[in-house]
């Protein structure tokens, strides 16, 4: 066994060696934990695991539970731990905030809104030079749809099936996956287009995506012809024609998709809607809430992947590294638009905020994790497309850098989903190895593998082999 814990599963993987000695717990039991879950926390608050984990403490890209049993986490908080759980820059600048200045709103300068806001958009090209700071990013989301429309005059907006951008009533109208949705109105000036998906959808295949790792479905594009972008380009154009008005307030799109499973659309396509978008007089968003940042490795954002220069950028997660914070960031004359009358955000752009995402900017670049995340995401990416090869119920394994998807299917001809007791069992099996990672879908049939960006190829060797064995034994109970 990897530890001395007893576990359900075993491994002849080796956790590799941490120095980190986690303080001992000391709180509550873990029943009475589970007792107060029950009666005081709202139950739309789901848990993952059969048995939910209680974490007590982080430290880089692990975690350590109320046992002391350590797991390395590939899921990161849902990708929000960008430097890793705890990092010691990030700890200190946010140490010595505190003691000097919790709090004044915005209505005050303090140094570190005009600092920061100065690093954040050095690292955005022009015209993206102002930035409306919030805390989260569903407020980031809904903000920039207020401005769209604004700005435009028009209020339509159009987003894609299997998008996510938010849990709020406005932000709701522009989240295209069912789970989500509750059954109030929402969407009131909201259109959703078909996803290009080329792995899923109708078009696409080997040669489409911008990925280490392509698809195993056939395609009949060539080299710098992509035949099953120029199909899902017409149905972006039959939504145009049918679904909205002639003049349109936006358009927004994650580089790659987040909650649905690192879905990624064949490589000339963004630049095209936006165009598209653009001749109906809308405007282009980029939500960068978990490509941001230097996760795809090749660029710092998600659009750069896509060679494009949106009107709107929003960010959020990883920006501040589990502390709650996000941002708008947009052209001059776009943000004036909000300047008419009042808009206003209480804790947005605080002094504790804006020196934390000061902090996680310069670990990002003195750690080289945007380098790191190309390295170690490309190993990672490659590692499991052998596994796909072995295995028949990996379907596709995709992303780029440390935003990947591994989508779990019956099987790669009908690419049906694999049912959902059956990829449970690979998921617990998993954490019981010490490994955890997240899940996501329109039937929750996606492993989402999106770590702190410091992991290290030892990691992912440590992590490809956990799944290898749950996969393993997956096979050997359904034989």
Not at 410 to 432: F, G, M, V, Y
Request: proline share 5%.
């Amino acid at each position: 066994r990897q530890q001395k814990w007893k576990s359900f599963v075993s491994t002849q993987a080796k956790m590799p060696p941490c120095d980190f000695v986690p303080e001992k717990y000391k709180s509550y039991p873990y029943e009475r934990m589970q007792k107060i879950r029950e009666q005081n926390i709202s139950p739309s608050l789901r848990m993952y695991y059969k048995k939910p984990l209680l974490l007590h403490q982080g430290h880089m890209q692990w975690l350590f539970d109320y046992e002391g049993r350590r797991y390395l986490d590939l899921f990161a908080g849902i990708v929000t731990v960008s430097v890793g759980h705890c990092h010691p820059k990030v700890t200190v600048a946010t140490q010595k905030q505190l003691a000097r200045l919790w709090h004044t709103t915005n209505i005050y300068m303090h140094p570190s809104i005009q600092e920061y806001a100065e690093k954040l958009t050095s690292l955005l090209p022009d015209p993206l030079k102002v930035v409306y700071l919030t805390n989260s990013g569903s407020e980031a989301n809904d903000l920039a749809m207020f401005m769209a429309r604004l700005y435009t005059r028009n209020f339509d907006i159009i987003s894609f099936r299997g998008a996510y951008h938010g849990g709020s009533p406005y932000t709701l109208g522009l989240t295209s996956i069912g789970l989500y949705k509750h059954g109030v109105a929402n969407g009131f000036g909201c259109s959703t287009t078909m996803l290009p998906d080329v792995f899923r959808g109708p078009w696409g295949g080997s040669r489409c995506r911008d990925s280490p790792v392509q698809t195993v479905r056939k395609c009949s594009c060539s080299e710098g012809v992509c035949h099953a972008n120029d199909q899902y380009i017409e149905q972006f154009k039959d939504t145009l024609n049918t679904s909205v008005p002639k003049t349109i307030a936006g358009f927004i799109a994650e580089p790659i998709q987040g909650v649905n499973g690192a879905v990624q659309y064949p490589r000339s396509f963004l630049k095209e809607a936006y165009q598209l978008v653009r001749e109906r007089g809308g405007i282009c968003i980029s939500d960068e809430v978990q490509t941001g940042f230097g996760r795809t490795g090749s660029h710092f954002w998600g659009f750069q992947t896509h060679d494009v220069v949106p009107d709107i950028v929003t960010l959020a997660k990883g920006i501040g590294n589990g502390f709650p914070m996000a941002a708008v960031v947009t052209t001059k004359e776009i943000a004036s638009s909000l300047a008419q009358n009042l808009h206003f955000n209480t804790f947005g752009g605080s002094p504790l905020a804006c020196v934390v995402g000061a902090a996680v900017l310069d670990a990002i670049e003195e750690d080289g994790l945007q380098k790191n995340s190309e390295d170690v995401g490309t190993y990672m990416l490659l590692e499991l497309a052998k596994l796909r090869d072995k295995f028949e119920v990996v379907g596709d394994v995709r992303g780029k850098g440390l935003m990947i998807g591994v989508e779990m299917v019956t099987d790669k001809d009908s690419r049906h989903p694999l049912p959902a007791e059956e990829i449970n069992q690979i998921w617990e099996d998993c954490k019981d190895m010490g490994v955890l990672i997240g899940r996501g879908g329109l039937y929750s049939q996606t492993f989402r593998i999106k770590p702190p960006m410091c992991i290290t190829k030892k990691d992912v060797d440590f992590a490809v082999e956990v799944f290898y064995t749950a996969l393993q034994r997956h096979m050997e109970k359904a034989a």
